[in-house]
Nanobody, 122 residues
Framework: QVQLVESGGGLVQAGGSLRLSCEASGHTVSTYNMAWFRQAPETGRKFVAYIRWSSGGTHYSDSVQGRFTISRDNAKRMIYLQMNNLKPEDAGVYYC???????????????WGQGTQVTVSS
């Protein structure tokens, strides 16, 4: 069983930075592909970034490319999302996800955290 716990959300002014963390448990978690999704009020969960367990390859949504960086520390079982130059449209609940597949769709990930709120003031 994989369990994910996010932290690091908060209130930040536009142009500021935040680093989200996701602590993963489960003895095989280092072999999972990991991703971050964002859900704004009254919208569905949308892909932000993923990182593959084997190659460390990453992929980002167009809206965050160049501003956000996803990384992982398998030894510590931690996944991070460094968010720079935040915009009001980046606000929402951010979810950490783990899956044996990788991709931009929710269906690729079978394990989810409870989410952490990010608020960006203009």
């Amino acid at each position: 069983q994989v369990q994910l716990v996010e932290s690091g959300g908060g209130l930040v002014q536009a142009g500021g930075s935040l680093r989200l963390s996701c602590e993963a448990s489960g003895h095989t978690v280092s072999t999972y592909n990991m991703a971050w999704f964002r859900q704004a009020p009254e919208t569905g969960r949308k892909f932000v970034a993923y990182i593959r367990w084997s190659s460390g390859g990453t992929h980002y949504s167009d809206s965050v490319q160049g501003r956000f960086t996803i990384s992982r520390d398998n030894a510590k079982r931690m996944i991070y999302l460094q968010m720079n130059n935040l915009k009001p449209e980046d606000a929402g609940v951010y979810y950490c996800a783990a899956g044996l597949a990788s991709g931009t769709s929710i269906e690729a990930y079978g394990h989810w955290g409870q989410g952490t709120q990010v608020t960006v003031s203009s």
